[in-house]
């Protein structure tokens, strides 16, 4: 609810100054960072007034009197200037500076006007421009000395990973460790130590990948160990069922760092030592589909005597190779009919067994089921009334 009444407030207080206010004014200004070489920045900005004011950045360089300002537009410096504007209820522009250098240190300045005479020169400009300045410092790349470099799987099955910030001037206000991206549990520390390390207790598959070291200073800076693996490859199914004529899908997965760079199937023989290549394209027959972490092999127009049997999928990285099976069974055409032709003879029994019983039924075993005779004393009480009329 605060929110919203404070989005309605300054809405209200935008559309009122645009209303009455002529002059342009700030509602956000640029800030300073600091930046490492490569990385990329963005200084945003935002000014309201009536009529919507017009956004230019400008670049500082060097100080007075022998400064030098350049107007930066929308690709330059190589393309790697980007800006973002836009003119709705209020004006609002984002700069964008990528792949930064140490030329690109310097003081950044937004400039907002709607003077209808902002542009004429013969007039001096502070008078028609509203300024914001904000500085962008680069630094570069301190050096992280880090053991081991890579960890081979191969050569170890535990590992002590280190990162030791060497010759920066940068004040530490702690540090944390990152796998794959994302930070590890109990790793985040406010120590200002300038040398840390992590232990990998089990090397396999799932703790294989990129670790990083992240120091907290400004700018943060962080330095990346690999830890690498043979390529884990799984079945997605160990067995596939499918009808003749029809099409298999058979699939594998892989996980781990590196993924494999290379995909490889296989029919395999009767003792399993005979290993046939399938090759993608060779034949209508197979069809391959692969990416880093997975690959489809296609089996068409089934045969029941050529197509059943195992495959097998291989993965390969720059470690190694691993493989999986997978055991294909096809089913005849008439597979299908099979349950349903069961049912038909069981029916067929059960009505043959039915009729035979019934034929071979005993006459009073019928009559039990007929509607039962009329009772004797019916009978004897129409024999009383006629003794009766012959008496008189």
């Known amino acids: 609810m605060r929110r919203k009444l404070f989005g309605v407030i300054l809405a209200v207080c935008i559309g009122w100054f645009q209303a009455e206010a002529g002059t342009a004014g700030f509602i956000k200004s640029p800030l300073s960072q600091m930046k490492l070489i490569e990385d990329s920045a963005e200084l945003d900005c935002e000014v309201i007034g009536n009529p919507i004011p017009e956004v230019q950045w400008w670049f500082i360089e060097g100080e007075e009197p022998i400064e030098t300002v350049t107007q930066l537009f929308d690709g330059a410096r190589e393309d ?3 800006i973002n504007a836009t003119y709705i209820n209020h004006a609002t522009s984002t700069l964008i500076l990528t792949n930064l250098t140490l030329n690109d240190t310097g003081v950044y300045e937004c400039r907002a006007s709607n003077d209808p005479d902002r542009n004429d020169l013969r007039t001096p400009p502070k008078v028609k421009w509203i300024r914001s300045q904000a500085n962008v410092i680069v630094f570069e790349h301190p050096v992280i000395t ?71 200073t400004e700018p943060e800076v962080n330095a990346t160990i690999e830890v690498k693996v ?49 090759v993608n394209g060779t034949s209508d027959k197979y069809e391959i589909k692969t990416t880093p972490n997975k690959t489809t092999l296609y089996v068409k127009d089934l045969d029941i005597n050529e197509d059943m049997g195992m495959y097998q999928c291989q993965g390969t990285n720059e470690i190694g190779s691993a493989s999986d099976q997978i055991q294909l069974r096809v089913r005849s055409q008439l597979a299908a009919l099979w349950p349903f032709l069961g049912i038909v003879a069981e029916v067929i029994i059960l009505i043959t067994i039915i009729f035979i019983y019934e034929k071979r039924r005993k006459p009073d075993e019928i009559n039990d089921g007929s509607a039962p005779l009329k009772s004797n004393a019916a009978t004897n009480h129409k024999d009383k009334n006629v003794r009766q009329r012959n008496s008189n």
């Open 146 to 216: 880090t053991k081991p470099d890579v960890v081979n799987h191969q050569n170890q099955t535990s590992a002590t990973l280190t990162c030791n910030l060497t010759n920066t001037s940068f004040i530490i206000k702690g540090h944390y460790w990152t796998h794959n991206g994302k930070t590890i549990d109990k790793s985040e520390s406010t120590s200002d130590k300038a040398f840390i390390e992590h232990t990998i207790k089990k090397i396999d598959y799932h703790s294989a990948g990129l670790y990083t070291c992240v120091f907290r």
């Open 230 to 278: 043979l390529p884990y490859v799984g079945a997605y199914k160990h067995s596939e069922n499918a009808n003749e004529k029809d099409k298999a899908v058979l699939i594998c997965v892989s996980h781990g760092y590196p993924l494999p760079t290379d995909w490889s199937w296989y029919k395999l023989g009767k003792d399993e030592s005979e290993k046939i290549p399938i």
């Open 80 to 82: 790697h200037v980007r």
